[in-house]
């Protein structure tokens, strides 16, 4: 079945600059990927997601790139601002399961 | 809006207990899912139903049963609680072949 890593679990960045969360995945057959952010006492919330035939997705400070050759697929925002913080999961899905990576926990320092 | 709602945001109940944890979504989503989250193992799929009365494992099923008898209900029943299962569980639905998963807020359980 799939498998999907993420690194890294932990990142700190300074607010203002750009943080970037890499994943990758097993299973050539999944072919949607979407990235979901938690924040405190809430359940995960979709932010972005991208399909096989794209290589890249933008939307405002967050962008997604996707290697299918590779299997390798990343987050970035920029211009963190404070309530980016949370923890951010990316997924993999082959079918209408998704498979998602362990998280990152993202702070914003002031 | 679109809305998950679960029964409970906390929940403690004893060793051996039966406990149920209930979903409701208003989307009219085909697919429903239970998500186990702990900390450091992410989220975990416990069972998923794509259809009334229907259902099929997920990772990891064991100690957990489920039960779909209207649209837009999905419930998950632990038979005989253990401290093992003390966790943070999360429902979810989605439309089939669309993917994107819409979340509740989550249930904390704990089994003393």
């Known amino acids: 079945g799939e498998n999907v890593e993420q690194h890294p679990s932990t990142l700190s960045v300074q607010e203002g600059d750009s943080a970037v969360i890499k994943c990758t995945y097993s299973?050539?057959?999944?072919?949607?990927f979407p990235w979901y952010k938690q924040e405190l006492g809430k359940g995960p919330q979709l932010i972005i997601d991208?399909?096989?035939?794209?290589g890249e997705k933008k939307d405002q400070r967050i962008a997604v790139t996707l290697n299918k050759t590779a299997k390798h697929f990343s987050l970035h925002i920029t211009e963190t601002q404070p309530e980016d913080s949370a923890v951010y999961f990316c997924?993999?899905?082959?079918?209408?399961?998704?498979?998602f990576g362990k998280g990152t926990r993202l702070h914003i320092l002031p | 809006d679109v809305k998950v709602t679960q029964s409970s945001r906390y929940l403690v109940k004893r060793t051996g207990e039966k406990v149920f944890l209930e979903c409701v979504q208003d989307?009219?989503?085909?697919?429903m899912f239970w998500y186990r989250q702990d900390p450091g193992l992410g989220l975990r799929l416990i069972y998923f139903?794509?259809?009334?009365?229907?259902?099929e494992k997920g990772d990891i099923p064991e100690g957990y049963s489920v039960s779909r008898e209207k649209k837009e209900r999905f419930s998950l029943i632990l038979e005989s609680a253990s401290t093992n299962q003390t966790s943070m569980y999360l429902c979810?639905?989605?439309?089939?072949?669309?993917?994107?998963?819409?979340f509740g807020p989550g249930t904390r359980l704990t089994v003393l």
């Open positions: 979810a639905s989605s439309l089939p072949n669309y993917n994107e998963q819409f």
């Open positions: 299973d050539s057959a999944s072919n949607y």
């Open positions: 991208i399909r096989s035939n794209v």
């Open positions: 997924a993999a899905s082959p079918d209408d399961k998704i498979i």
């Open positions: 989307m009219d989503h085909e697919n």
């Open positions: 139903s794509y259809d009334v009365k229907m259902k």
